[in-house]
Nanobody
Framework: QVQLVESGGGLVQAGDSLRLSCAAS????????MGWFRQAPGKEREFVAA????????YYSDSVKGRFTISRDNAKKMVYLQMNSLKPEDTAVYYC?????????????????WGQGTQVTVSS
């Protein structure tokens, strides 16, 4: 099964950019749809973005559409989340997740494997 490790989080100011990375090991990376989720203190985990197994399809939450871009490199077993025009409300722990089923889903309970998360803090 696949193991996931996120990196790239940090403390930035509003309007700045960050790129999160998720490294996968084990399993067959291109057999997984990949997603990014986030969880702010006191809130439920929420969907951010997802990308199909081939990388040909993506889907975003309304709150990040136009600012965030998800991508993947199957040869390197990596998935990325480029975050631009960051806002204080983007502050959260960001998680990478893998779903072995076909298609894209925003439902966290359908993702099979999760990383440990990386903290993103956006100051105003």
């Amino acid at each position: 099964q696949v193991q996931l490790v996120e990196s790239g989080g940090g403390l930035v100011q509003a309007g700045d950019s960050l790129r999160l990375s998720c490294a996968a090991s084990g399993g067959t990376f291109n057999s997984y749809t990949m997603g990014w989720f986030r969880q702010a203190p006191g809130k439920e985990r929420e969907f951010v973005a997802a990308i199909t197994k081939s990388g040909g399809g993506t889907y975003y939450s309304d709150s990040v559409k136009g600012r965030f871009t998800i991508s993947r490199d199957n040869a390197k077993k990596m998935v990325y989340l480029q975050m631009n025009s960051l806002k204080p409300e983007d502050t959260a722990v960001y998680y990478c997740a893998a779903d072995s089923a076909d298609g894209l889903t925003t439902r966290s309970r359908l993702y099979d494997h999760w990383g440990q998360g990386t903290q993103v803090t956006v100051s105003s």
